[in-house]
């Protein structure tokens, strides 16, 4: 018995928000790494780390700008050594645990 358009618009439409679920969920991951803290702005909500590439995270080894909650960032300092573990939320990183 064939489809009719409706159907197969209905059928369509499911695959598109299944494929659309996937995708969010691939791109909010989380992974732990480790790094050396360039630059603190508490009060922005921002900290700069130097680390190795975060393959979860489908990052090359860089130097990048991630935001953060401020209370995490209070002790912290330029040339801390630290682990941490990060998130991707859209197209900006963020520090969701941080240790010295």
Known sequence: ???SARHLKYALVGALTVTSAYS???IAQQASSSGEVRRVDPAAGKI???HGAIA???LPAM???YRSDPDL???IKPGDKI???AKREGDKYVVTEIKK
Do not use: C, G, R, S
């Open 1 to 3: 018995m064939p489809l």
């Open 24 to 26: 969010i969920m691939a």
């Open 48 to 50: 700069t780390i130097k």
């Open 56 to 58: 979860d995270l489908q």
């Open 63 to 65: 130097t990048l700008v």
């Open 73 to 75: 960032l209070k002790d």
């Open 83 to 85: 682990t941490f573990t």
